[in-house]
């Protein structure tokens, strides 16, 4: 007699799209897709080790515009940590975050030098210690970024001897200069930005700030490449209590076996503004098809390049340079700067398979149907048209 069977093997479609290979040549770990990939599938949901406000620009101070713990965008009756520039959507968060990266020691450390450049004294006893439990530090050492990663040694040995003068709570045993170098690099070479979702300035321009930095451990993984092949979102002012995670997502169909890719700035960049950040913060040179065919346009043509590329053109316009695929590829999946200047992929096919065409902008949110958004008719671009 049979004992009850297994259950039915998943359907192949729902095999995980992603395997990891442990070293590619000049290139580190990377992403493969481990089988045929459709436009919009979900190709990884990852969640951050670490996250972090971010500075604002104009005064150095962190925005009160969205919660210190959870980043969602604030409504009125807001409760505030001991950090008056910080505030918090609920009690709850003001409570965990009063745990963990608001801890009554970190907060008075932080006004104190603001203030006055002075640092406080030790606290005796738990309530002055940040905790760090929640963060997975081996995984962290293990990300890309190491100590002699650093143009100049300067900025880590500053920091590492403020963070000496600061740490009588914490245990400073271990914390060698190398480990806050590495530590710095690991954050240059891996933090994803949150965005603000894009405003619009005084004089008409759109504005794009970074809400809140994140390091998230899978996403990681991922390589560069100035025409990418995904694309990742976030919806941190979505309702989910996992609003800090980030996904990917496919732009067009990719084969099995190829490198999955995202872009780490925005993919309207010209060559030089490309290379010059890949150089300076992750260290490599770009050899991706679109670099080196842009590697090959003349100098003069800078201000042009950049001019067509931020509206979306992709430098394609300069008539000899139409048709080049790399500029076809990238009007179809960039919003020109006049919108957002985000990057299009499609929404997730449905569960039987069946993909949406309706592309979504990782910038605005906004949503844009159609089979051919690269239409050059020698008008205007449209831009996003279906509303989100
Ligand atoms: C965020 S990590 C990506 C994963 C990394 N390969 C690893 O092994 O952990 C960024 C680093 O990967 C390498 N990398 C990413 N894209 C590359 C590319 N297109 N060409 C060469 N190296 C690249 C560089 O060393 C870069 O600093």
């Known amino acids: 007699m049979h004992s009850s069977l297994p259950p039915p093997p998943p359907p192949p479609s729902a095999a995980t799209p992603i395997r990891v290979v442990p070293d590619i040549p000049g290139r580190g770990r990377a992403l493969v897709a481990a089988r045929a990939i459709k436009p919009g599938e979900v190709l990884l949901t990852d969640s951050p080790l670490?996250?972090?406000?971010?500075?604002?620009?104009?005064?150095?101070?962190?925005?009160?515009?969205?919660?210190?713990?959870?980043?969602?965008?604030?409504?009125?009756?807001?409760?505030?940590?001991?950090?008056?520039?910080?505030?918090?959507?609920?009690?709850?968060?003001?409570?965990?975050?009063?745990?963990?990266?608001?801890?009554?020691?970190?907060?008075?450390?932080?006004?104190?030098?603001?203030?006055?450049?002075?640092?406080?004294?030790?606290?005796?006893?738990?309530?002055?210690?940040?905790?760090?439990?929640?963060?997975?530090?081996?995984?962290?050492?293990?990300?890309?970024?190491?100590?002699?990663?650093?143009?100049?040694?300067?900025?880590?040995?500053?920091?590492?001897?403020?963070?000496?003068?600061?740490?009588?709570?914490?245990?400073?045993?271990?914390?060698?200069?190398?480990?806050?170098?590495?530590?710095?690099?690991?954050?240059?070479?891996?933090?994803f930005g949150l965005m603000e979702p894009a405003g619009v300035g005084s004089g008409g321009e759109v504005e794009k700030r970074v809400r809140a930095y994140g390091i998230y451990p899978n996403a990681s993984l991922f390589n560069h490449d100035c025409l990418p092949n995904t694309c990742r979102f976030d919806y941190v002012d979505g309702g989910s209590d996992r609003n800090t995670e980030i996904i990917v997502r496919a732009i067009h169909e990719i084969p099995e076996g190829r490198e999955l890719c995202l872009s780490y700035f925005p993919v309207n960049w010209t060559f030089k503004e490309r290379q010059k950040r890949l150089l300076e913060d992750y260290g490599f040179s770009c050899a991706c098809d679109r670099c080196l065919v842009e590697k090959g346009w003349k100098e003069q043509d800078e201000e042009e390049e950049k001019r067509t590329t931020r509206r979306g053109d992709g430098g394609c316009r300069g008539g000899r340079r139409r048709g080049l695929p790399a500029c076809l590829l990238l009007r179809e999946i960039h919003v020109p700067e006049g919108n957002c200047g985000g990057t299009l992929a499609p929404l997730p096919p449905s569960p039987q398979g069946v993909t949406s065409g309706v592309m979504e902008c990782n910038a605005c949110g906004g949503l844009r149907k159609g089979d051919d958004p690269c239409d050059d008719g020698g008008g205007e671009d449209d831009g996003i048209v279906v509303d989100g």
């Open 50 to 191: 670490l996250l972090y406000p971010a500075l604002d620009s104009a005064d150095g101070s962190f925005s009160s515009s969205f919660c210190g713990h959870c980043y969602r965008t604030l409504a009125a009756g807001v409760s505030r940590s001991p950090l008056a520039s910080v505030r918090f959507c609920s009690e709850p968060c003001r409570a965990m975050a009063l745990l963990s990266s608001h801890t009554p020691w970190a907060c008075r450390a932080l006004s104190m030098i603001r203030s006055a450049g002075r640092l406080p004294p030790p606290l005796d006893g738990a309530e002055g210690r940040s905790q760090v439990a929640f963060l997975d530090f081996r995984r962290l050492l293990s990300l890309q970024g190491d100590a002699g990663d650093h143009a100049s040694p300067e900025l880590p040995l500053a920091l590492h001897s403020l963070m000496g003068s600061l740490s009588p709570p914490l245990d400073p045993a271990g914390f060698s200069p190398e480990l806050t170098a590495a530590l710095l690099s690991k954050d240059r070479m891996n933090a």
